[in-house]
């Protein structure tokens, strides 16, 4: 009810840029976290299965085991026996973090915690202002009142932090504010898109300037996306890497020192 109705062709491109946009984060964030979970998979393996089937080899050598040897020993002992304790712990600690998430304090607290953690903090930042800047250019173009536009933009941002925002706007324009001031003090946007809007209001171009910086963001996603799986890959296949290579070197330490330990 609130202006003209929204013309099939402007939905059907919003959905689109929005749907490519949630793709492309996911798929650079998937990979990652698959790699970590495969990682973790791989150590605790060995630290659990493998490592423990060399203890009775020491024993037999006899002599004093090098501090890496011992110390890896003893976390192979430990996480065997209270296996089942850390499952259970870590099931317990995921469904608590969930829940609490799952409240509105806990929900800003963790959007407030992805927008400020590095480098996948500033890929979701891009995120949500392209996705703000889309869904509001749409609104605008499509006739609906800037209050109206304003609410649904904050019931869509799925960002406690960004709704806030964009309901402390909503609210000064009742007041007959201006956009940009409330935009600027949330310090979620940027100086560049709070001038770009700010400059929209005074002109009458605010869908047109809106629109520029949902291109702008959504290219930057792009680069963004892009820079994350070429630097992520080869740090977690490192990290990786120093893992298990600690991991064989405090294995093999007591062979390289087996004459002495014979003597």
């Known amino acids: 009810s609130d202006g003209r109705r929204i013309e099939k062709a402007d939905v059907a491109a919003y959905l689109e840029k929005v749907n490519v946009l949630q793709r492309k984060v996911k798929a650079s964030l998937f990979y990652p976290a698959f790699v970590s979970f495969l990682a973790c998979g791989i150590t605790t393996f ?6 423990p089937k060399f203890k009775d080899i ?10 890496p040897t011992r110390l890896l020993l003893g976390l192979s002992e ?4 209270y296996l089942a304790m850390e499952i259970v712990g870590t099931i317990a600690a995921v469904l608590l973090f969930r829940f609490y998430i799952g409240t509105p304090r806990g929900r800003l607290w963790f959007d407030r915690l992805t927008l400020s953690v590095p480098v996948i903090g500033k890929l979701m930042r891009k995120v949500v202002i392209a996705r703000f800047a889309r869904t509001l250019a749409t609104l605008v173009k499509s006739g609906v009142p800037i209050l109206s536009s304003l609410e ?3 019931k869509t941002a799925e960002n406690k932090v ?5 309901m402390s706007a909503r609210s000064s324009i009742k007041e007959g504010e201006n956009i940009a001031d409330p935009l600027t003090l949330s310090k979620v946007f940027p100086p560049m898109v709070t ?3 700010a400059v929209g209001e005074k002109t009458g171009e605010l869908e047109k ?7 702008f963001y959504e290219s930057e996603v792009d680069a963004a996306v ?5 630097l992520v890959e080869p740090l977690i296949i490192a990290l990786l890497g120093i893992v298990i290579g600690a991991i064989v070197i405090a294995l093999f330490l007591p062979v390289f020192k087996i004459s002495t330990l014979v003597r």
């Open 162 to 166: 960004v709704e806030q925002a964009v």
């Open 46 to 51: 060995l630290v659990v299965v493998i490592v």
């Open 58 to 67: 020491f024993q037999a050598l006899g002599g004093q085991l090098p501090l």
């Open 152 to 154: 649904i933009v904050a």
């Open 209 to 215: 300037m809106l629109s520029k910086i949902a291109d």
């Open 195 to 197: 001038r770009m809007i």
């Open 78 to 81: 430990n996480m065997g026996t």
């Open 226 to 230: 892009t820079a994350l799986t070429s």
